[in-house]
């Protein structure tokens, strides 16, 4: 590898004419090439994969297995080619999340990610920091941010911080984390202090700071949602209430499918995540506007954990050709959950929000044996939890957990803990519009 100071600006330039450049044969010899040698590492190094591709022809790509979440999971230990085990790892995410300690490198050395993503179960996904270390200049170059606005100062909202996101900063971009936990007016009274100018949010703070945006006195010159799904015509209103372009980043945990161009339009990054877009017959999908049955993903470049052909829950809409001119897939719509913001009542008698990541988290990092939830809002005095587990069979312990980490998690944001009603059971599953969290009332006061 280069030194650092050369190996940014390398990668900024090398990026930026991949984008403008590869295309048609070029971008397929590319695909073909990276795709063989990080299958042949993956074999070399993973006795998962060397199991699983056992008899196979490594070359005849789209002949490969799939493999999902699950699967990932189970096989976590044999699947990395680093030696790390599960409990190692998942130990170390979770003293992170319970002692909200975001900063630092397991074994020194990798970046843990813990996720529910759409799925709704735990995942663990590692990144080699010699990889993380090089965000800055990716992140320059495909942002989709106005080079006027240089040097970057981001306010960045979402549940949680982790070390990755930290090796963002650099002379040219500083990123500050704020919880999307943090009441309204501390957040605002931070973006303005900081002189913000590029706010960062999924789509459900973005809403809420919306409707604050004449308190907000920081120059904020573009706006970035991602984490969840931004609908059209959320978009538009968020663009009349900001004043400025908001631009959207498709960021899995699994990598980073798909950014902005100058334009606005979200394309796939062919040269990071080989995508493929299927139709129910497991067929490739290039008709625009028309959603894919399954969406797989291959991280390119992330060789520590392999994830090749790899299922999401998402689906996504191609679109037509971009006037930017780029050879990269455009993303018309992504279609994932619409999941509702819950509410709950403070001591003075305000209401408080928390967003269903959260809410999410609390219950998944409770226990293991969960396989799936669905979380209703009566009013803001009631919920209705209903828990799917592993066997089938209640888990009164599980439940008990569940419990306390969502009577902890409200207490800790001065929330009042509401009546809790539980149900174990199936809970019913939908590729395409699942909604894990419903509310079924109107917030009043959501300062």
Partial sequence: MLPASIQGPVDFATLRWRFAHLRGHRLRRFQERALRRLVHRAIVGSAFYRELYAGLKPDDFASLPWINKAVMMREFDRLNTAGISLDEAMSFALAAERDKRYLGYFRDRYVVGLSSGTSGSRGLYLTDR????????????????????????????????????????GPLISLRYLPTMLPLDQAIQRINEMKANILMAPPSMLRLLARHRDRISS??????SYAEVLEEDEH?????????????????????????????????????????LLDEAGRELTAIDTPCTHMLVTNLYN??????????????????????????????????????????HRSDGTMGHVFPDVLSRWIITASDRIDEYVVEQRDPGHLLVRLEFRDGTADEAAIASVRTAIAHGLSEHGLAMPALEFSAGPVPRDPGKFKRFRRQFAPHETG
């Fill in 219 to 224: 120059p904020i010159g573009i706006v970035v």
């Fill in 236 to 276: 538009r209103k968020l663009e009349r209430a900001f004043g400025t372009r908001v631009v959207e980043i498709y960021q899995a945990s699994e990598g980073l499918v798909a950014c902005p161009c100058r334009e606005g339009r979200l394309h796939i990054n062919e040269d990071l995540m080989y995508v493929e």
């Fill in 130 to 169: 010699a990889i993380s270390s090089r965000l800055p200049f990716a992140f320059l170059a495909r942002s989709g941010m106005p080079w006027r606005l240089l040097p970057f100062r981001i306010a960045f909202l979402l549940r949680v911080f982790n070390q990755g996101f930290a090796d963002i900063n």
């Fill in 303 to 344: 060789e520590v954990q392999p994830l090749i052909r790899y299922e999401l829950n998402d689906l996504v809409c191609l679109g037509p050709p971009c006037p930017c001119g780029s050879g990269f897939r455009v993303v018309a719509k992504v279609i994932g959950r619409d999941d509702d913001v819950f509410y709950f």
